[in-house]
Every structure is written in C-alpha cells, then in structure tokens.
C-alpha cells in the first residue's frame, strides 16, 4: 500500500478532514474490478476519496462503476479546497 | 485572507513529457476563469513551456503538413492562459526561473513571462492564499 495512503488515513484518524483526489493514471485503481482495496479502506477510514472525471473518462473508466467509497469529482474541487486554504500535496 | 484570492502553482515538467503538465494547465485554466490572480512559478524544464521559438511542424509518416497536423504548442496554451485571466479580471504572472532558462537556452519566452530566481517563489507563496508544488518524479 503506498505511503501517502497511511498519511491519509492517520491523518483523518486524527480529525483532520482529508481528501485524497486521484488524477492522470492514478484513477485506475479507482475501478470497481481493480485489486485495490487500499482506497475504499481509506473512504471507511474517513478519507474523502475522488477521482478525476476528466482522467476516468480519458481512461474509458465509467464514472458509476468505481469502487466502494469513491465517486468521481471535476477537477474543479482541488481549486475549490485551495482557494478555501486547504493544505494541499501533490504526490 | 479577505478579497480576490491568489494561488500559486510551482511547475517543473518540460513540454510533452509527462500528463502533469496537461493536469497543471487545467488547474491554472480553473484558477484563472473564476477571476482568481494566479502566480507560476516555472523550474527545472518546465521554463521550456513558455519558449517563444517552439514550432509546428509537418509529419511526414502521415503525409500531413503543418497546418493538417495542427500540432499543439504549450508557448500557446501559456499565452490562452495569460489571456483569459486578463479577460476575467485577474492576473496571471508566469515566472520562469533564471537558472533553469540559462542552462536550457531558453531565454526567448512568450511576452506576458518574467525571469525570476529561486526566491520569487517565496515570495509568491507569501502572498498567496495557497501553494500547490506539483513536482516531478
């Protein structure tokens, strides 16, 4: 399991509220079929897990047959959270 | 901070290499509609974006010329982008770091970029309400 995933998920287990945005290449394990199941554990954890519309559809991934606890979001949402002051890193 | 925001995007992919670069232009694209000021900070190969001399060129496995191939310029997608936060009211500053245009040769940038150091990311990341470092791999 990669290491931001334990980041992620500590920091929401501390109260922070935490999204995890998937983009380019990092959608794929989004897909429901995909042997992945680190993301959903991070949405049970209370991680807001998103993947990029744009990216899904680049991908010819469906948007409505992703895995438990992840929906896809436009782009727009990582602007959102910035403009907002969110702290954001990029992986 | 109250009023307009202001964000900052620290950018080091060159031209054609890597889906950062596309992911970057859309989160600026974004930035810079809703009327946000938007600073660029350019490193590394990413100063070769806003390289003034890149060119179109034909292919000639297809058989199409440069006007056929239509081929894309990111010099071009920088300058949409200093346009359309001109046209909704904001500002967007692309800097490209000095040292990094010195080694590559790439001193002729698009009008609307500036030269700057190391330090003038600093400095935008001070006046920002937010920086995100998208670095490479």
Known sequence: MP?????????????????????QNGV?????????????????????????????RERAISANRLASGIRAAPLDVVVDQLADGRKAMWH | MAGKKTLTFAIMDPPYESGRS???????DIAVKRGYDVNVFAY???VCLPFAKQQAHPNAVHGREAEEENHPLPKDWVAALIKSAATNGGKL??????????ERGVAE??????????????????????TLVIGTR
């Open chain 2, 109 to 130: 940038a698009i009008e609307g970029v500036r030269r700057g150091t190391p330090a003038d990311l600093w400095k935008l990341a001070e006046g920002s309400d937010n």
């Open chain 1, 3 to 23: 290491s931001y995933y334990d980041l992620a998920k500590d920091l929401a287990g501390a109260g922070n509220e935490v999204t995890l945005f998937l983009v």
């Open chain 2, 44 to 46: 590394e190969g990413a």
């Open chain 2, 22 to 28: 596309t992911t970057a232009f859309r989160l600026i």
């Open chain 1, 28 to 56: 794929i394990p989004a897909r429901a079929g995909a042997k992945a199941p680190g993301l959903s554990a991070l949405a049970e954890a209370g991680v807001e897990v998103l993947a990029d519309e744009f990216s899904l």
């Open chain 2, 93 to 102: 500053d692309w800097v490209n770091c000095g040292l990094c245009v010195d």
